[in-house]
């Protein structure tokens, strides 16, 4: 009788170990997709600056820093992590380390900022939706 419980415990030990390889691998698949897709953006130096606290009716409250051109932030529950390239910034919306979707903003005005975001990484425009933030405070 305990052999073949043994043997229930060592493959149920073996699908776990063999699914966490599979996450770690996943999960660095996206990871990577995303950098590479954030430095194929990478036009030259900033030429406008993003930071502020934006509203959208989609996503909520938005609050994005820039340092020269790095990018970081939260919009939503997502954490955020970008570059400013030129007037353009290229954002990953990051929840739990996992890249959900990726986004373009471009500056409209001083106090509009419009673009698209896609579920894919790298940016997809098939399946691109639009977005528009509204400056709240400076």
Same mark, same amino acid.
């Given at each position: 009788m305990k052999t073949p419980l043994l043997l229930l415990a060592a493959l149920a030990a073996v699908t776990l170990t063999s699914g966490c390889a599979f996450t770690s691998e996943r999960n660095a698949k996206n990871k990577?997709?995303? @950098?590479?897709w954030? @430095?194929?953006?990478?036009?030259?130096?900033?030429?406008?600056?993003?930071?502020?606290?934006?509203?959208s009716p989609d996503w909520g409250s938005v609050a994005l820093n820039q340092r020269n051109d790095k990018v970081?932030?939260?919009?939503?529950?997502?954490?955020?992590?970008?570059?400013?390239t030129g007037r353009t910034a290229y954002l990953l919306l990051i929840d739990d380390e996992w890249v959900e979707?990726?986004?373009?903003?471009?500056?409209k005005s001083s106090e509009i900022l419009e673009g698209s975001?896609?579920?894919?990484?790298?940016?997809?425009?098939?399946?691109?939706l639009p977005v528009v933030l509204d400056k709240i405070v400076e």
């Open positions: 990577a997709a995303g @950098q590479a954030l @430095q194929s953006g990478n036009r030259g130096p900033a030429k406008t600056n993003f930071e502020g606290m934006y509203y970081t932030g939260t919009i939503g529950h997502f954490h955020i992590l970008g570059i400013a979707h990726t986004m373009v903003l471009k500056r975001y896609s579920s894919f990484v790298p940016f997809s425009k098939e399946d691109a």
